[in-house]
């Protein structure tokens, strides 16, 4: 079963922040999150591992909520390059490193 | 260092044709993994090979196969097309879990439409 993501949409002025959910009703071994501009093959933004530590660099970081199965992506102060639509991937368990993404985030930045 | 790379970008195909696509791993990746990309949804999980070997398949039907060669680089097949294997096929490679560096990074995709 894929991960759910929320919101679907957003659209924000440069400058403004956003928050990107992802929810699994499984075990998750960790959760890999992705851009995807149109026409484009998805770019890693960053991994984050059971047991693991918030990761971040610059304006995008994320967090990993073991007991809810729950991770959230986190862009602050957003540029127009953040344009894009955004994908978590989630790895089991117990499915080696196969990746279920969902259905993802469209997120565009206006000026 | 060159990233993952992926033949052809773009295919045209008709139904009941059959279609090998090709790609190559990042130098030292030994995992090798398929995902197809339908417009407006996420990347679905066809085929994980790792070392040669097949180590995942995802919901997908027989007409879909595929292989890893001795040097890591990896062909999908895929039999009978039917129209709704127009999609963009994207190849991952990665370090095996047990690295603790398992991040997928996908090639450009080869983009196949089936008439």
């Known amino acids: 079963q894929q991960p759910v993501q929320s919101p679907q949409a957003v659209i924000l002025r440069e400058g403004e922040d956003a928050v990107i ?3 699994s009703s499984k075990a998750l071994y960790s ?5 995807q501009k149109h026409g484009e093959a998805p770019v890693f933004l960053m991994i984050l591992l059971k047991g693991g530590e918030q990761k971040g660099h610059e304006k ?4 990993f909520n073991e007991k809810k199965q729950q991770s959230s992506l986190y862009l602050t102060a957003s540029q127009l390059s953040y344009s894009g639509t955004y994908f978590c991937g989630t790895e089991e ?3 080696g490193s196969r990746l279920t993404f969902g259905e993802g985030t469209q997120l565009t930045v206006n000026p | 260092d060159a990233g993952v790379t992926q033949s052809p970008t773009h295919l045209i195909k008709t139904r009941g044709q059959h279609v090998t696509l ?8 030994k995992s090798v993994s398929w995902y197809q990309q339908v417009l407006g949804q996420g990347p679905q999980f066809i085929f994980q090979y790792y070392e040669k070997e097949e ?7 027989d007409r879909f196969s595929a292989r890893q060669f001795p040097n890591y680089s990896s062909e999908l097949n895929v039999n009978a097309l039917l129209l709704g294997d127009s999609a963009l096929y994207l190849c991952a490679s990665s370090l095996p879990r047990a690295s603790g560096q398992e991040t997928q990074y996908f090639g450009p995709g080869t983009r196949l439409l089936v008439l």
């Open chain 2, 22 to 29: 090709r790609c190559s791993p990042i130098s030292g990746h």
């Open chain 1, 21 to 23: 959910n992802c929810s």
């Open chain 2, 55 to 61: 180590r995942g398949r995802g919901n997908f039907p």
């Open chain 1, 93 to 95: 368990e117990t499915s």
């Open chain 1, 60 to 63: 995008i970081s994320a967090s």
């Open chain 1, 31 to 35: 959760v890999h999150w992705y851009r």
